[in-house]
């Protein structure tokens, strides 16, 4: 039986979840989050795309992300999971698939909800009892608010 097609739409924000396959961790030290990222800032670059918030949780990772063009998510996203993979696999010698299925993407409105997404994904680490305060938390965009990076873009900026 054949997917759905993914919904996409022009200027669109989404929230993304991809999931290592069997839900198996995808990062087993701090350099391969710290790997995930520089490759996120790196796509960012290439990609032109906005990034509202991210977390890295060991089994998978959250994005917000904004993109101009519908088109960029596929490109974006399978970019991202490709190079990850490439580099997980050479790095602990292992095969096949990282990412298990394809990542999930969710449309969601620049308002209210957006802002509740963000608190429910950079407050991920504290439910999953990774640690007890947020700020805690490496990995995730929550300690990036509020501070100029290269990384997060702005909400509120026209």
């Not at 996120?40 to 060991?58: D, Q």
């Not at 399978?78 to 990412?99: A, I, P, Q, R």
Request: with cysteine; net charge positive.
């Amino acid at each position: 039986m054949p997917r759905t097609a993914r919904v996409t739409v022009e200027n669109g924000c989404y929230h993304i979840i991809t999931r290592g396959n069997q839900k198996q961790f995808v990062f087993l030290e701090p350099y391969d989050y710290e790997k995930y990222i520089s490759m996120l800032t790196r796509y960012k670059k290439k990609y032109k795309f906005k990034l509202y918030s991210f977390c890295l949780m060991p089994n998978h990772v959250h994005l917000i992300i904004e993109v101009s063009n519908a088109n960029l998510l596929n490109k974006i996203m399978g970019s991202l999971n490709l190079s990850y993979t490439l580099y997980f696999n050479l790095k602990y010698h292992k095969v096949g698939h990282l990412w298990q299925d394809r990542f999930k993407s969710k449309i969601i409105e620049k308002s209210a909800y957006l802002i509740g997404c963000i608190n429910y994904i950079e407050a991920n680490p504290v439910r999953a009892s990774l640690t007890s305060q947020m700020k805690e938390y490496r990995w995730s965009s929550y300690n990036l608010r509020g501070f100029r990076n290269n990384l997060l873009d702005d909400l509120f900026a026209v």
